[in-house]
């Protein structure tokens, strides 16, 4: 079971156990927001089982300049759907060729299906005359460094619509 934990100003700021979120909450450093169904047994109480948590006080995150490239962010930000025909994607493709000195970037890195990939091959997009549906940027935010949000709980979607740009 997981959690999601909100910084007191509510934007995500981590996703951690059950248990982790009923310590916060008993010592007092978090409140709950929103509870599953099935309760926590202990010895002495029941307890509601935190499925969101926000903290009672701000909790300063580190900036950070970027975010790195990495197969499953490509995935992610694309969408899981092929950057040149729309068809879901499970590989990733370099628009500029990496045997012609394209590197691993979030502009360069597209995710794509296995047919385009075979067609496109080593070649560019001005060679093939493909275009993108899309330009390629970098993932903007703190929602990108939390990697259980990919596939959030069904509770969790009021709380993350509630911060578009976190």
Request: with cysteine; charged share 25%.
């Amino acid at each position: 079971m997981r959690t999601l934990v909100l910084n007191a100003g509510y934007e995500p700021l981590a996703v951690v156990t059950f248990r982790r979120a009923i310590v916060l909450v008993l010592t007092g450093k978090a409140s709950v927001i929103a509870e599953e169904d099935e309760p926590v047994v202990g010895p002495n109480e029941i307890l509601a089982r935190p499925s969101v948590i926000l903290l009672n006080r701000y909790v300063r995150v580190p900036h950070r300049s970027g975010t790195e490239v990495s197969r499953r962010g490509v995935l992610r930000r694309d969408n899981h759907l092929c950057a040149y025909c729309g068809k879901p994607a499970s590989t990733l493709d370099h628009v500029f060729p990496r045997s012609r000195g394209g590197g691993d970037s979030w502009e360069n890195l597209v995710a794509c299906c296995l047919p385009c990939n075979n067609l496109k091959g080593n070649r560019t997009l001005v060679e093939i005359g493909w275009q993108l549906r899309s330009l390629p940027r970098p993932p903007r935010g703190r929602m990108w460094q939390i990697r259980e949000l990919e596939r959030p709980a069904p509770r969790w979607v009021e709380f993350l619509e509630q911060n578009p740009a976190a």
